[in-house]
């Protein structure tokens, strides 16, 4: 499996007083988040002027480790629940907080100008040996990434993994996986749903049937110790309706209240 080198993340920012501020809300999500929460930020500033809002995006993975060594975050939303519940067997979560924010779905993409119609049959090992051949499948590194873990788990299930696995681009998260094949490193990728609607420069094939991966939820916790008036007046806005809105806009499902 070929495997991209990790960039450091911009957590160094804790050092640099970015922080300092009482009013500051700093949250940690998800990479596929990104332009949603950009804009859900935007959004909230306009009505609250009392602080500002630093989002820091990479894999759940990476974010919840961080988080595990002291990164001062206030905020983490994950793209699955085992790097969630990673925080809350660490005692690191204000756990009354936790809650499922927004939902998502896999999808196969490839770069907009590619010829090849693929027939996709999922369970097919010749399909899959045949479409990667001469190429690869762009993912996010299925040993930890969540994007990645629900390919892994889908292609686990259809039987097909022996022969993915050798032809995979294992990506720091998946927006990395989206950008490999945005420039044609690879002509297949797995990513989610809301990542291919916000690119211009991919199309999706086909989308994986939900049966093959754990639900694909996003769970929401303000981090334990770090529920000030900021803190939550921003998290309850990410779960209101003007949020949703947002959310949705970005290709993202919403979740039932309870």
Do not use: C
Not at 42 to 54: F, H, L, N, R, W
Not at 211 to 236: M, N, Q
């Amino acid at each position: 499996m070929l495997k991209f080198k990790k960039t450091a993340l911009t957590l160094i920012l804790a050092t640099t007083g970015l922080f300092a501020q009482a009013d500051n809300i700093t949250v940690f999500a998800a990479a596929s988040l990104q332009n949603a929460i950009d804009e859900i930020k935007v959004a909230y500033q306009t009505e609250d002027k009392k602080g500002e809002i630093e989002a820091l995006y990479d894999s759940s993975s990476n974010l919840a480790r961080q988080i595990e060594q002291g990164a001062p975050a206030d905020i983490f939303i994950s793209a699955n629940q085992s790097w969630m519940n990673y925080l809350e067997e660490k005692s690191l979560l204000d756990n009354a907080t936790r809650t499922n924010i927004v939902k998502n779905e896999l999808a196969l993409i490839t770069f907009n100008e590619n010829p090849i119609e693929y027939k996709v049959d999922f369970s097919s090992n010749e399909f899959w040996k045949e479409a990667l051949a001469k190429t690869r499948i762009a993912l996010g590194d299925p040993d930890h990434v969540p994007a990645g873990l629900y390919a892994k788990e889908s292609f686990e299930k259809l039987g097909v993994w022996k022969t993915v696995e050798p032809r995979v681009a294992a990506a720091q998260n998946v927006r990395a996986a989206l950008l490999l094949v945005e420039v044609k490193e690879a002509d297949l990728g797995v990513v989610y749903s809301s990542d291919a609607s916000v690119s211009q420069k991919v199309k999706t094939v086909t989308t994986f049937p939900d049966d093959l991966h754990e639900p694909i939820e996003y769970p929401i916790a303000i981090l334990k110790d770090r529920a000030t008036p900021a803190t939550e007046g921003f998290y309850h806005y990410l779960l209101s309706d003007d949020a949703a809105t947002i959310f949705k806009k970005y290709g993202f499902a919403i979740p039932a209240k309870k």
